[in-house]
């Protein structure tokens, strides 16, 4: 079965420092990646996605995240955070083979970071 | 504006009180699928839909019922609601293979 572990459930950071949200998957297959965004109060919001290609992808609001398929991670980073990134981040995995149709997201539990001044 | 359009953004209920909580989407999407949102254990499918008239359980369906009758509208609906499914609700619709849009999701209460 195919599962998404993020590592840390929260991240404190300060202002202007560089931030790593960290993701491992299990899969038997190649699957699509994803990262999502949730400001409070909100919807979930795309970040970005790996789908095939570039192992580097960039984002949107200055985040990038690298495919490591050796050790089945797609970390989650950016070199200078702020206050307006505190929100709650989910790292999801998709592909058509899986139970529950075509476009199934599995995520992970979530982090929430939290950008200090 | 393409847009997923959940309703109502918030709901208290009594247990076996039945409810509906509708989704819309405008971008002419195929695929539709209800989350639920509980802490520590991320978003988890409860239904999916591929088509008008299609639709199918996902990971966490107990208790809940859905319907496609329409390709725009996939509501879901919780016959007589328990305290455990209290929760944040997300309905999401995408292409095939394309990025899934959300709603601004449904935070239910049921006392």
């Known amino acids: 079965a195919q599962s998404v572990t993020q590592l840390d459930s929260q991240v404190p950071v300060f202002e202007e420092a560089p931030v790593e949200l960290r993701c491992n998957y299990s899969?038997?297959?190649?699957?699509?990646l994803f990262w999502y965004v949730q400001y409070p109060n909100q919807g979930l919001q795309l970040l970005l996605k790996?789908?095939?290609?570039?192992?580097l992808v960039k984002g949107i609001n200055g985040f990038e995240a690298e495919f490591n398929k050796s050790q089945t991670s797609f970390h989650l980073r950016k070199p200078s955070v702020h206050i307006s990134d505190t929100a709650e981040y989910f790292c999801a995995v998709s592909h058509p083979l899986f139970s529950g149709g075509y476009n199934k997201l599995i995520f992970g539990a979530g982090t929430r970071l939290a950008v200090h001044p | 504006e393409a847009q997923v359009t959940q309703n109502p953004r918030y709901l208290i209920t009594v247990t076996g009180k039945k409810l509906t909580v509708t989704c819309s989407q405008n971008?002419?999407?195929?695929?539709m699928s209800w989350y639920r949102q509980d802490p520590g254990l991320g978003l988890r499918q409860i239904y999916y839909?591929?088509?008008?008239?299609?639709?199918d359980k996902g990971d966490v369906p107990e208790g809940y019922k859905v319907s496609r009758k329409e390709k725009r509208n996939f509501p879901l609906i919780l016959e007589s609601p328990s305290p455990n499914q209290t929760s944040l609700y997300f309905c999401?619709?995408?292409?095939?293979?394309?990025?899934?849009?959300f709603g601004q999701g449904t935070r239910l209460t049921v006392v």
């Open positions: 790996y789908l095939s290609g570039s192992t």
């Open positions: 839909s591929m088509n008008v008239e299609v639709t």
């Open positions: 971008m002419n999407h195929e695929y």
């Open positions: 999401a619709s995408s292409n095939l293979g394309d990025v899934a849009f």
């Open positions: 899969s038997s297959v190649s699957v699509y």
